[in-house]
């Protein structure tokens, strides 16, 4: 049998997707049910564990498959980027609405109603999915109603088929957003979770992590000599690392070292990163 690799299929001894049965061996094969994310965040962990370590994240409105549930976790596959972990069952429900809208924003807040005074009942990243059944305007501000009677502002939203024109652009939005491990949102986000949000929103769902990233996005490219052929929207990968060019020069990315979304010249940071953990590993043109 073909060895899969279990961060993009649901397998274990015990227990696997009923898809894989004749590619994979487990005790028992099942079906995943489908349900949606209803968490503004949901942690998506390697083992059921509380203190287990964060492979990812889905964000509100995301569908996923369930294996399993159980004392309180559950065994979910992510349908947009095939991911498998665990997160909290609470963090799940039914699809009970066709989404409308995306957050287009790096973050926003949900409102109890049509008014942003009023304390706020939640708040959901860039690429959270909403269904929008009605729109208010309380002092001039233009909210977007969802079936709940909650209200987003409306300027924050867009429709689910409209893409943005320049990934790039998208990425810059999380300039200052803090580093985070696992972090695929705007409220904190690793290097291939930038990449991986931004492209979704220019209309492009890519894969998850940067290993994954550095062998299937786009196609490979050879920069040429001291680099001279890279441009806008060009991907630099190390190992365990990706930015994206915003010029010939300048890079954005997500790091460990300013522990921030910020810019940094390319040439600066091969000599920095370099020092620990080597060159450029590979370059790639979406």
């Not at 708040?123 to 079936?147: C, D, I, K, N, W």
Request: charged letters at 20%.
């Amino acid at each position: 049998m073909t060895a899969r690799d279990a961060r993009l299929h649901a397998f274990r001894s015990d227990l696997a997707d009923a898809r894989l049965k004749g590619s994979v061996v487990a005790d028992r094969f099942v079906a995943g049910r489908p349900a949606r994310i209803t968490a503004s965040v949901a942690d998506i962990r390697k083992t059921p564990r509380p203190d287990a370590g964060v492979n990812t994240q889905a964000l509100f409105g995301d569908d996923v498959l369930v294996f399993e549930v159980a004392e309180g976790w559950a065994w979910i596959q992510a349908e947009r980027d095939g991911y498998v972990g665990y997160v909290a069952d609470t963090m799940l429900g039914g699809r009970d609405h066709a989404a409308t809208h995306i957050v287009s924003v790096p973050r926003t807040f949900l409102y109890p109603g049509p008014d942003l005074r009023f304390p706020i009942a939640g708040q959901f990243s860039m690429g959270s999915t909403v269904t929008v059944t009605g729109a208010a305007e309380t002092r001039a501000t233009h909210y977007a109603v969802l079936p709940s009677g909650e209200a987003i502002i409306a300027g924050h939203l867009r429709p689910i088929d409209d893409v943005a024109a320049d990934y790039v652009s998208t990425a810059e939005m999380f300039l200052g957003t803090p580093y985070l491990w696992g972090g695929a949102s705007g409220f904190g986000i690793d290097c291939s979770g930038l990449v991986q949000l931004a492209l979704r929103m220019a209309g492009s769902d890519v894969l998850r992590d940067t290993d994954m990233q550095a062998a299937s996005i786009g196609g490979p490219l050879d920069p040429g000599p001291d680099y001279v052929g890279l441009r806008r929207g060009d991907l630099v990968f190390w190992k365990g690392h990706v930015a994206v060019m915003t010029d010939a020069d300048t890079m954005i990315h997500a790091n460990g070292h300013t522990m921030l979304v910020s810019r940094e010249g390319l040439r600066e940071a091969i000599a920095r990163i370099g020092y620990l953990y080597g060159g450029p590993t590979g370059f790639r043109r979406p």
